[in-house]
């Protein structure tokens, strides 16, 4: 959001100093503005002012970057890791408040996506965790794998004992777990109608929806590319 107000400042600076050129070389322009200096930093405002609307339009329809910040997608993503996202997988969001701007298209939400969401309600505060369980699913969580109307995917042991393979539908991915008795089990639960369950990959050191609870559709905002 922050970077949103700056560059927004930066086009309406660029908007101001061009309406100004326009208006001081056009037939009848008040003897007033005519009478006031050029200065040769216009021209430089009003690139700088393209230049930031060429920024704006990518990181709310293209592109942005986002830095993983803590560890609980490990082993997939871990702390710095930089992940390229697509702002509008979701509808378009306004790049102030982080907001959907639409209702929202999550049709080809899945089971396994990893995606970004906005924590409560601030646009600066996002998170990337994957989806679990869709609206109406009966999502359970045990030492024994992750159970979606009773269809359980079992932990499956690799090489690395802390590291478990997991098969999500058509999602295959791997999970961290640092010890079961830091392992926070999720009862059995009913996902109520437009919201989501969502789990970082690090099952003990994520704080998710078994802490946050279920998770808002609009809360959903990109996934990565």
């Known amino acids: 959001m922050t970077l949103a107000l700056y560059l927004s400042f930066l086009i309406g600076l660029s908007l101001l100093v061009t309406s100004y050129r326009f208006v001081r ?17 216009g021209e430089i405002f009003q690139y700088t002012g393209l230049f930031a609307a060429s920024c704006f339009c990518i990181i709310t329809f293209v592109m942005q970057v986002m830095y993983i910040p803590s560890s609980s997608m490990e082993p997939g993503l871990k702390v710095g ?35 970004i969401a906005k924590f409560a309600y601030s ?7 994957r989806v679990i369980g869709l609206p109406g699913d009966r999502v359970f969580v045990s030492e024994e794998g992750i159970s979606i109307n009773g269809n359980l995917s079992h932990f499956q042991k690799t090489d690395n004992p802390q590291i478990y393979n997991v098969k999500l ?12 008795e830091n392992f926070h089990v999720q009862q059995e639960v009913t996902i109520p109608s437009g919201h ?15 802490d946050l609870g279920f998770i808002p559709l609009k809360s959903i905002i990109a996934r990565p590319y």
Do not use: M, Q
Request: no cysteine.
């Open 25 to 41: 070389h056009s037939p009848g322009a008040p003897s007033w503005i005519t009478a006031l200096p050029v200065s040769r930093w």
């Open 81 to 115: 890791d930089k992940v390229l996202v697509k702002p509008a997988s979701f509808g378009f969001i306004n790049p102030f408040t982080g907001d959907h701007i639409t209702e929202g298209d999550f049709k080809n939400l899945n089971r396994g996506d990893v995606v």
């Open 123 to 129: 646009a600066d505060v996002r998170y990337i965790k």
């Open 169 to 180: 539908d058509r999602s295959n991915f791997k999970v961290k777990i640092a010890g079961f």
């Open 196 to 210: 989501v369950f969502l789990l970082g990959d690090n099952l003990t050191k994520s704080s998710d929806s078994r």
